[in-house]
C-alpha cells in the first residue's frame, strides 16, 4: 500500500508568477485536502475535492484552485503569487466511507518559498 | 468558527519523564480528534485517533484522551525519549461546510524536546 505521495518537495517562485503542485493519494483513497502551513503555525484548510469536484472551502482566495483526477490524484495551483504564500503545503488523502469517521493521512509536502 | 489551542507551546525535559500536552476546541460537533507528529520541515505523521463517541486511545507510550463536552483533549506520553522530540499538532475534524465530508483544524502545535 502506497502512501500519499507529493511533488515537487521545494520550489522557489517569484512574485507574480503561478505553480502547480501535485499530490497522489493513498491507494484506495478517494478525497483528497489540502493545507497551508506557514513557518510556526498550524496547517490551515485550503479545500477539498471528492469525485473530481470542490468539496468544502477554507478562507482562501480564489487564486487558489484545484483539480481531482479519476485516479483520485489532485493538484493545487496557485495564481499571482505573492510573498504571504511561502509555506508547507500539505496533502491529505481519506477514504469516503462514512461520514466523519475517516483518518486523514499526510504526504511530506511542498515547501514553496515566494521571492 | 472552530479555534484550536494547544498549551504548551512548548516544553523541555529531561529523557524518561512522563509528559501532558494539552489541546482544547471551542466547538464540541466534532466528528473525531487527532494527534499527529512533524519532525522539521517534514509532513505529518498520525499518532492517534480518538472518535468523538470515544474517551481515549492507546498506542505504545501514547494515551490520548478525549471529553467532548469540554472541549478538550490531552496527550500522555510515558517514558519520554530523545527521539520523541518533535511539533506534536492537535487537530479536529468538522463540517468543512455545505455537502463537505469535513476539516482538520488544527492547534498551533506543542514543540517538545526530550534531552538525554
Known amino acids: 500500500e502506497t502512501g500519499v505521495t507529493q511533488s515537487p518537495t521545494h520550489l522557489i517562485k517569484t512574485r507574480g508568477q503561478q505553480v502547480t503542485l501535485r499530490c497522489s493519494s493513498q491507494s484506495g483513497h478517494n478525497t483528497v485536502s489540502w493545507y497551508q502551513q506557514a513557518l510556526g503555525q498550524g496547517p490551515q484548510f485550503i479545500f477539498q475535492?471528492?469525485?473530481?469536484?470542490?468539496?468544502g472551502r477554507g478562507n482562501f482566495p480564489p487564486r487558489f484552485s484545484g483539480l481531482q483526477f479519476p485516479n483520485y490524484s489532485s493538484e493545487l495551483n496557485v495564481n499571482a503569487l505573492e510573498l504571504d504564500d511561502s509555506a508547507l503545503y500539505l496533502c491529505a488523502s481519506s477514504l469516503r466511507a462514512s461520514v466523519g469517521t475517516g483518518e486523514l493521512f499526510f504526504g511530506e509536502g511542498s515547501r514553496l518559498t515566494v521571492l | 468558527k472552530q479555534e484550536v489551542t494547544q498549551i504548551p507551546a512548548a516544553l523541555s525535559v529531561p529523557e524518561g519523564e512522563n509528559l501532558v500536552l494539552n489541546c482544547s476546541f471551542t466547538?464540541?460537533?466534532?466528528?473525531?480528534l487527532q494527534w499527529f507528529r512533524q519532525d522539521p520541515g517534514k509532513g505529518l505523521t498520525s499518532l492517534l485517533l480518538?472518535?468523538?463517541?470515544?474517551r481515549e486511545q492507546t498506542s505504545g507510550r501514547l494515551n490520548a484522551s478525549l471529553d467532548k463536552s469540554s472541549g478538550r483533549s490531552t496527550l500522555y506520553i510515558a517514558a519520554s525519549q530523545p527521539g520523541d522530540s518533535a511539533t506534536y499538532l492537535c487537530a479536529v475534524l468538522g463540517h468543512a461546510g455545505g455537502t463537505s465530508y469535513g476539516k482538520l483544524t488544527f492547534g498551533q502545535g506543542t514543540i517538545l524536546t526530550v534531552h538525554p
Open positions: 466547538d464540541s460537533a466534532i466528528y473525531n
Open positions: 475535492y471528492y469525485r473530481e469536484e470542490e468539496n
Open positions: 480518538i472518535q468523538s463517541s470515544q
